[in-house]
């Protein structure tokens, strides 16, 4: 079946700029999770929707990053005002929402900011 | 605050040989999962352990999982080419309240022939 997709694949942005990515995961997934991935690091959380409420958001790095999931499928992860150090690949996961569930990766937006 | 460490952080193996990546973390967990990344992909789940001594294995790769040495391991058995990637360990925090994973850094193994 279909797996998690994200587009678009590759985003380049003049630093200020606004951009947003979007997340489609796996249907019928309940959770939904947004990861940054700096280069030669592990993903870091960002933030966790279960359905369309967002229940934690600890780890956005601040306010010029919001995240939504208004129907309790789709997502975007929106940077507002962008700076170089928004360089990463921005991964999206989704599970069937089982505190044990594994979480299933899509192929991630890679993000420049020049 | 959560921390989850992978050694070593770069393995070179030749084929055939056995070797284990070794996965600590900070706090009480008994959920530990184990990724792959092959370059410029995304991440494969390859084992999820759930309790403590739990041992999963496919094909050539075993994890195990010790809750009370809070410690992990990935073995590797007869390395192939074909196993070269990054390989990445990552805790559930909270008791496995949420779901959201603590990653190591990644052991970026290489295998020559």
């Known amino acids: 079946g279909a797996g998690v997709s994200q587009s678009p694949r590759y985003k380049v942005a003049k630093r200020g700029q606004d951009v947003a990515l979007r997340c489609d995961p796996i249907?019928?997934?309940?959770?939904l999770f947004w990861y940054q991935q700096a280069l030669g690091q592990g993903p870091e959380f960002l933030t966790y929707f279960q359905n369309e409420a967002q229940l934690d958001k600890s780890g956005l790095p601040s306010d010029r990053f919001f995240a939504e999931r208004p129907e309790g499928s789709v997502s975007t992860l929106k940077i507002q005002r962008t700076q170089q150090e928004d360089s990463a690949v921005y991964l999206c996961a989704s599970s069937l929402g089982g505190v044990t569930d594994t979480q299933y990766f899509g192929p991630g937006t890679r993000l420049t900011v020049l | 605050e959560l921390k989850v460490e992978q050694n070593p952080l770069f393995l070179s193996m030749q084929e055939g040989k056995n070797y284990t990546i070794y996965c600590n973390y900070s706090?009480?967990?008994?959920?530990l999962y184990w990724y792959r990344q092959d370059p410029g992909k995304s991440l494969e789940s390859l084992f999820v352990?759930?309790?403590?001594?739990a041992v999963k294995q496919e094909g050539r790769l075993m994890a195990s999982l010790d809750t009370k040495a809070r410690l992990s391991t990935l073995h590797i058995t007869a390395a192939v080419h074909d196993l070269s990637a990054t390989y990445f360990c990552a805790v559930d925090p909270d008791g496995g309240s949420q779901g959201n994973l603590i990653f190591g850094k990644g052991t970026k193994l290489s295998v020559k022939p």
């Open positions: 706090t009480t967990s008994d959920r």
């Open positions: 352990l759930l309790s403590n001594g």
């Open positions: 249907s019928g997934h309940v959770s």
